[in-house]
């Protein structure tokens, strides 16, 4: 893949993404692709690690799954602390 030249937006890219099931939740509906809240803050950070890191979408896609795992784990953890208070 050449990339040299500007990267295609994720409105030019984003179709096959969301096909290849990179945004999970995501529906199509009258011809146009919804996603969730969760879907579109996961597209929003997928594209940025594209941009700063040159990932490709797949990487970039893992990336945000880490993350996200993180995110909940953190989220279990302030749980837990806040019960045992």
């Given amino acids: 893949m050449d990339r040299t030249g500007p990267k295609p937006s ?10 290849e099931g990179l945004f999970p939740g995501a529906e199509c ?8 809240s969760v879907g579109l803050l996961r597209a929003r950070r997928m594209r940025q690690l594209e ?17 996200e795992e993180m995110d909940k784990l953190r989220d279990e953890l302030r749980a837990r602390a806040n019960a045992r208070s």
């Fill in 29 to 36: 509906v009258a011809g146009t692709w919804r996603l969730t």
């Fill in 51 to 67: 941009r700063d890191f040159d990932a490709v979408p797949e990487l970039a896609a893992l990336v945000a799954d880490l993350i």
């Fill in 10 to 19: 994720l409105r030019e890219e984003g179709l096959p993404a969301v096909e």
